[in-house]
T-cell receptor
Framework: DAGVTQSPTHLIKTRGQQVTLRCSPKSGHDTVSWYQQALGQGPQFIFQYYEEEERQRGNFPDRFSGHQFPNYSSELNVNALLLGDSALYLC???????????FGDGTRLSIL | RKEVEQDPGPFNVPEGATVAFNCTYSNSASQSFFWYRQDCRKEPKLLMSVYSSGNEDGRFTAQLNRASQYISLLIRDSKLSDSATYLCVVANTGTASKLTFGTGTRLQVTL
């Protein structure tokens, strides 16, 4: 039973570029949430997708957008990258309103 | 004020010691509470949910005080493998809703 999988594992970009991160939820899960974790901080909620729609959003600018596909997988897109976007990006999946969230290994994004 | 506050530590304890972590949260509407464990450069993993009645899982005991908006985690007989960052987490609705994390408390268990 595959858990939450994220790709890529690591990514290096430069300021102003755009990036797409991918997440496949744990089998049987239909809800995907994205979090940003800066060094030395706890994860910060970006947004959550269910039934291909954004259900909740945290305090992140519009440069952060996402998508959920019919197979429940999800993408996180970040435009106009800033140095401050360097972080570990975590995807978590769950069955809505039913189970705790399970996290993937994350994508470590470095902005030069 | 942060929504979830924790002492960042580090807590350095010898093997076999008992250690307690505390956490406070600001949103009285919070409904679900958890402790997650995060190893260095790894993803957070659910350690246990926290209930008002208190709950225990082996060497780990979690307690919630809704009146004081306070959550605790007690680890007895610490093992070297307990060394990690412990994240206090609250959610406003069901368990699949937005999770709000504290900054984490780092524990280092030594010989």
């Amino acid at each position: 039973d595959a858990g939450v999988t994220q790709s890529p594992t690591h990514l290096i970009k430069t300021r102003g570029q755009q990036v797409t991160l991918r997440c496949s939820p744990k089998s049987g899960h239909d809800t995907v949430s994205w979090y940003q974790q800066a060094l030395g901080q706890g994860p910060q909620f970006i947004f959550q997708y269910y039934e291909e729609e954004e259900r909740q959003r945290g305090n992140f600018p519009d440069r952060f957008s996402g998508h959920q596909f019919p197979n429940y997988s999800s993408e996180l897109n970040v435009n106009a990258l800033l140095l401050g976007d360097s972080a570990l990006y975590l995807c978590a999946s769950s069955m809505l309103q039913n189970q705790p969230q399970h996290f993937g290994d994350g994508t470590r994004l470095s902005i030069l | 004020r942060k929504e979830v506050e924790q002492d960042p530590g580090p807590f350095n304890v010898p093997e076999g010691a008992t250690v307690a972590f505390n956490c406070t949260y600001s949103n009285s509407a919070s409904q679900s509470f958890f402790w997650y464990r995060q190893d260095c450069r790894k993803e957070p993993k659910l350690l246990m949910s926290v209930y008002s009645s208190g709950n225990e899982d082996g060497r780990f005991t979690a307690q919630l005080n809704r009146a004081s908006q306070y959550i605790s985690l007690l680890i007895r007989d610490s093992k070297l493998s307990d060394s990690a960052t412990y994240l206090c987490v609250v959610a406003n609705t069901g368990t699949a809703s937005k999770l709000t994390f504290g900054t984490g408390t780092r524990l280092q268990v030594t010989l």
